[in-house]
């Protein structure tokens, strides 16, 4: 059998995943009727602005509906930007919220006021909500919510441990939202872009009651040694920052639909790769841990197949998803968790013959540089050392981002207008 060319089979495995994930495919089953009164609109996350563009595009034209939905700087569909609709979409920062989101999440709050029984709130969530609908807790400052967020971003915690910690911190996150939105209907449509899909944990969960405490946030806190405000420890120990729990009778009567998720478009994928002529196989879409290391992982099970033929037979396309982690050794390095994972990968592989490698996320956006991701061929190494760059030492200053595009091995997608998190193809040939 003639494979198709790898490089090219990879990246259509990833657009594959991404198509699967766009809210233009994925939100018209579950929007509810109008209701009696009016309908809001309120969201946060990479892809809010193309939710937001379905969702108006779906709703009836003669039933009332306006709203406000915060996006990444850059991540509003050109269609949105050209002819803007019913819902309102504006721009904030991420990784690193600022005066914009703050301002897009005052914005939000102000909304809700007034609300009756007989209206509707639809909320928009996907990931990087968190960064970009911040309202710090009373007593804190935008600077404080900052500093904290660079911290647990460098830290090394997993997703879940961060928006715990971000949750108490929010004035709107946690819950506190859905809880604002009382006595309304409140229908959340979420993308996933974290392990397991638990909605309190996409974004922070500013529609979904709160299972964590301020407790949980301080043992994070101190897991990873990262310095409070005195106004943050206070409002921790003291309990004043608890979130709303499960069973908050504010609560009663929302409802909560995952409109698109990570182990989706990783079946997409592998249906993709099938209809190429390729078995695939899905080993998770909830992996996680250090991104180097996860790479040395994956090029060990690559190497049993190329090598053996186990677990798997080749040729085969093997597939994972998740959200891995970067903890910084340095300041100057370029590059994000699947350039990372990427290199990791590389080093263990040792140009591992037939192995071919695609790691991206699928927001289209590797941390803050400009690339979704990279490829890695059996050549990268040999290819590198020519141009006198030594993979381990590279790795040492997390500059991973400066080795691929010196190979010119970048993979360049631009914003996708969804989130369902890292994508990994290991093609076995």
């Given at each position: 059998m003639t494979l198709p060319d790898p490089r090219n089979l990879l990246r259509s495995l990833f657009d594959a995943a991404v198509q699967r994930a766009l809210p233009a495919h994925n939100t018209a089953p579950f929007l509810p009727p109008p209701p009696r009164g009016r309908t809001l609109v309120l969201g946060a996350g990479k892809a809010g602005g193309a939710m937001a563009a379905a969702v108006d595009a779906l709703w009836p034209q003669h039933a009332?509906?306006?709203?406000?939905?915060?996006?990444?700087?850059?991540?509003?569909?050109?269609?949105?930007?050209?002819?803007?609709?019913?819902?309102?979409?504006?721009?904030?920062?991420?990784?690193?919220?600022?005066e914009a989101g703050r301002h897009a999440a005052q914005r939000?709050?102000?909304l809700t006021r007034g609300l009756g029984a007989d209206d509707l709130v639809l909320c928009l969530v996907s990931g990087g909500g968190s960064a970009l609908l911040s309202l710090p807790a009373p007593g804190l400052t935008l600077e404080d919510k900052q500093a904290i967020n660079r911290a647990?971003?460098?830290?090394?915690?997993?997703?879940?441990?961060?928006?715990?910690?971000?949750?108490?911190?929010?004035?709107?996150?946690?819950?506190?939202?859905?809880?604002?939105?009382a006595p309304a209907r409140v229908v959340t449509l979420l993308i996933s872009d974290v392990p397991g899909d638990a909605p309190e944990v996409i974004a922070s969960g500013p529609t979904v009651p709160d299972p964590t405490s301020c407790a949980d946030a301080l043992a994070i806190l101190r897991r990873y040694?990262?310095?409070?405000?005195?106004?943050?420890?206070?409002?921790?120990?003291?309990?004043?920052?608890?979130?709303?729990?499960?069973?908050?009778?504010r609560f009663a009567g929302h409802e909560i639909h995952l409109?698109?998720?990570?182990?989706?478009?990783?079946?997409?994928?592998?249906?993709?790769?099938?209809?190429?002529?390729?078995?695939?196989?899905?080993?998770?879409?909830?992996?996680?841990?250090?991104?180097?290391?996860?790479?040395?992982v994956h090029a060990a099970l690559a190497r049993a197949v190329a090598r053996r033929g186990a677990p798997f037979a080749r040729p085969c396309v093997i597939l994972s998803g998740g959200e891995t982690t970067v903890t910084l050794k340095s300041k100057a390095g370029r590059g994000g968790r699947a350039t990372e994972f990427l290199l990791g990968c590389a080093i263990a592989l040792q140009g591992q013959p037939g192995v071919h490698v695609l790691a991206a996320d699928t927001d289209g956006i590797d941390g803050v540089e400009?690339?979704?991701?990279?490829?890695?061929?059996?050549?990268?190494?040999?290819?590198?050392?020519?141009?006198?760059?030594?993979?381990?030492?590279?790795?040492?200053?997390?500059?991973?981002?400066?080795?691929?595009?010196?190979?010119?091995?970048?993979?360049?997608?631009?914003?996708?207008?969804?989130?369902?998190?890292?994508?990994?193809?290991?093609?076995?040939?």
């Open positions: 009332p509906l306006s709203g406000l939905v915060v996006t990444r700087y850059g991540h509003v569909p050109p269609e949105v930007r050209a002819s803007p609709g019913r819902i309102e979409v504006v721009e904030a920062a991420h990784p690193v919220p600022d939000i709050v102000d647990l971003l460098k830290s090394g915690a997993a997703i879940d441990e961060m928006n715990c910690v971000r949750k108490h911190l929010s004035a709107v996150k946690g819950g506190r939202l859905g809880a604002m939105c040694g990262i310095e409070l405000p005195p106004a943050a420890r206070a409002g921790l120990e003291s309990g004043a920052f608890e979130t709303p729990k499960p069973g908050d009778p409109i698109a998720t990570p182990q989706q478009s990783l079946e997409a994928a592998a249906a993709a790769a099938r209809a190429a002529g390729v078995e695939a196989h899905v080993l998770s879409d909830e992996i996680e841990g250090e991104s180097r290391e996860v790479g040395k400009d690339n979704a991701g990279a490829i890695v061929a059996p050549d990268t190494l040999a290819r590198a050392a020519a141009l006198g760059l030594k993979a381990t030492e590279v790795l040492d200053r997390n500059d991973a981002y400066g080795y691929f595009a010196a190979l010119g091995d970048l993979v360049v997608t631009g914003p996708t207008f969804t989130n369902v998190n890292d994508f990994r193809a290991l093609l076995i040939a």
